[in-house]
């Protein structure tokens, strides 16, 4: 049979084990990347913002938002 359909079955076969030994180096290196944590930022160079800000801004933000929402719908606080 090899001889009269040109080894078709064959290279068939040989294709889809060469395709499942890429999808297993794949997984394999993806399993490694994800095993290694990024660095911290401080070990790269990169100092840390503090976003923290006091309670009487985070209520202006908040009024302003809330304003900002009402406006755009057309809707009444």
Not at 15 to 30: G, I, P, V
Not at 36 to 48: L, R, T
Not at 58 to 69: G, H, Q, S, W
């Amino acid at each position: 049979v090899q001889d009269i359909d040109g080894s078709y079955f064959e290279s068939f076969t040989a294709l889809a084990w060469k395709q499942e030994n890429q999808r297993q180096s794949f997984l394999q290196a993806a399993e490694t990347t994800v095993a290694e944590a990024p660095p911290h930022e401080f070990e790269v160079g990169i100092s840390p913002i503090d976003y923290s800000m006091p309670q009487n801004e985070k209520d202006k933000l908040y009024v302003e938002m809330l304003y900002t929402i009402a406006n755009a719908v057309g809707g009444k606080i």
